[in-house]
């Protein structure tokens, strides 16, 4: 069975773009693959967070991977700060790491442009760290959005660049990045990406939101004026991202769903769509509340550390022998 690993930093609240173009895709993967998902908590220090805020994150992350159907029994769930390999070979590939290769890494380098204040040296060094997160496991596959493809190319290249000095250590992993057709638009500006930083309150649905809002978020989404219904992304992009959400939480194909419709109006359209995104969330939420009233996360964590750490040991005491540091 090949293995697939993926981190997800704690700093926001999940949408339904999260649900549709990622999560959703893990609890397919986990009955495919050997799966590591870990809470990035140790990448969301590199910006300024308030510890409560860090804590709810972590916790409501957890609660809703859990609810949205990723099974503890498939998948080792963890937190990156309770296995402190992760730590300890992000210093060895910080230090494997040019200065001017970590400098050339697009979101560092954006924010320094934009000249933004408070840049830490841990946003600077962070890739080294992913680095490390990820060879720790030798997975096949990681599965990122495209922001961070730069950062799975740089691992392959620390991981190629130990083995040569050293000798074969690391298995070289491959970026998995989400495929086209699951990108979920900005439900006002269906032309931008459905985000929490950057879509207004109306164009974004969050996983927490009360399903009766975001019903009619759906309702009031920006469509077009031709009147006609097709998939064409194009030059219907508002029509074509509802008819995707729907495909996507219903199971219907898009053909199905164009098929359907052919006659009848953009309000149906919406009406069917707000009514599935309401059962969704009602459904996701009843189960997210029952994991957290029952403490299961706390069980699920400590179960997947003891997992996690078994494997990280080992590597981690393979490259302390090989780099010099165990004598
Ligand atoms: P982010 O929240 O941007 O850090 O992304 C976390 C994961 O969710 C990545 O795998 C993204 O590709 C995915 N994702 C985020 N927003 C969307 C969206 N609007 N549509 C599809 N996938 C998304
Ligand atoms: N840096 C990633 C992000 O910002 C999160 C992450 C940390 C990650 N370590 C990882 C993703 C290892 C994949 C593999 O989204």
Redo the contacts with the bound molecule.
């Keep these: 069975m090949k293995t697939m690993?993926?981190?997800?930093?704690p700093t926001g609240r999940l949408t339904l773009g999260n649900y549709i173009g990622a999560i959703r895709e893990f609890v397919k993967y986990q009955d495919e693959y050997e799966m590591f998902i870990?809470i990035?908590n140790q990448?969301a220090l590199t910006v300024p967070i308030e510890a409560a805020e860090l804590r709810k994150n972590t916790k409501d992350l957890i609660a809703l991977y859990l609810a949205a159907g990723l099974d503890p029994e498939k998948t080792t769930i963890f937190l990156?700060s309770d296995v402190p390999a992760h730590a300890q070979l992000g210093w060895i590939m910080t230090c494997l790491s040019g200065y001017g290769e970590l400098q050339r890494m697009t979101q560092f380098k954006d924010k320094m442009a934009k000249q933004e204040t408070g840049i830490t040296a841990g946003l600077y060094t962070?890739p080294s760290?992913?680095a490390a997160?990820?060879l720790l496991y030798d997975p096949d596959y990681?599965?990122?959005?495209i922001?961070?493809k730069q950062?799975?190319e740089l691992t392959r290249n620390l991981a190629e660049r130990f083995n040569k000095r050293y000798s074969d250590t690391f298995k070289i992993p491959e970026p998995l990045v989400t495929k086209v057709g699951a990108k979920i638009y900005d439900l006002q500006n269906p032309t931008k990406k459905m985000s929490k930083s950057e879509s207004s309150p109306k164009g974004c649905i969050e996983l927490l939101d009360n399903p009766a809002q975001a019903r009619n978020k759906i309702k009031s989404a920006i469509t077009d004026s031709l009147g006609i219904i097709q998939y064409d992304p194009e030059n219907q992009p508002g029509l074509a991202n509802l008819i995707t959400i729907l495909s996507a939480l219903t199971g219907e194909s898009i053909e199905s769903i164009v098929d359907r419709y052919q006659g009848k109006g953009y309000g149906e359209l919406k009406k069917e769509t707000g009514d599935v995104v309401f059962d969704f969330l009602t459904d996701l939420q009843k189960r997210y509340k029952e994991i957290l009233d029952s403490k299961i996360v706390d069980k699920v964590l400590e179960e997947g550390a003891k997992k996690a750490n078994a494997v990280a040991n080992k590597k981690v005491a393979k490259v302390y022998r090989k780099v010099g540091l165990k004598i």
């Design positions: 690993l993926s981190g997800i930093k870990f990035a990448h990156q962070y760290l992913m997160d990820i990681v599965p990122v959005g922001d961070q950062h799975v």
